[in-house]
């Protein structure tokens, strides 16, 4: 039974930063690519960064790219997304996630999750 589990979110003021983790527990060895989405109130859930365990190939969403940053480790089976410059809008439950498949277009990347989610943690962004 794989378990994921975020810590890290909370309050930070426009501009601020906040690191959140996740941790992977209950899965099989080997590579693995993980991902973070996030939900708004009243929005769908949407893609914001993925990573290969490996760290060597990294996806970010248009609307955070420049500002997050995302890495993996396959050996603890963890991953971080470092935020930085936040804004009002970053606003959201950001979720991990197991598996998915990630993309880019150009410059434009997409995720699309796998079957496997942590409980989520809050990020608010306000003065």
């Known amino acids: 039974q794989v378990h994921l589990e975020e810590s890290g979110g909370g309050l930070v003021r426009p501009g601020g930063a906040l690191t959140l983790s996740c941790a992977v527990s209950?899965?099989?060895?080997?590579?693995?690519?993980m991902g973070w989405f996030r939900q708004a109130p009243g929005k769908e859930r949407e893609f914001v960064a993925g990573v290969t365990s490996t760290g060597g190939t990294t996806y970010y969403a248009p609307s955070v790219g420049g500002r997050f940053t995302v890495s993996g480790d396959a050996a603890t089976g963890t991953v971080v997304l470092q935020m930085n410059s936040l804004k009002p809008e970053d606003t959201a439950v950001y979720y991990c996630?197991?598996?998915?498949?990630?993309?880019?277009?150009?410059?434009?990347?997409?995720?699309?999750?796998?079957?496997?989610w942590g409980q989520g943690t809050q990020v608010t962004v306000s003065s």
């Open positions: 996630n197991l598996g998915g498949y990630y993309y880019c277009s150009g410059l434009t990347c997409n995720g699309s999750p796998g079957d496997s």
């Open positions: 209950g899965r099989t060895s080997g590579n693995f690519v």
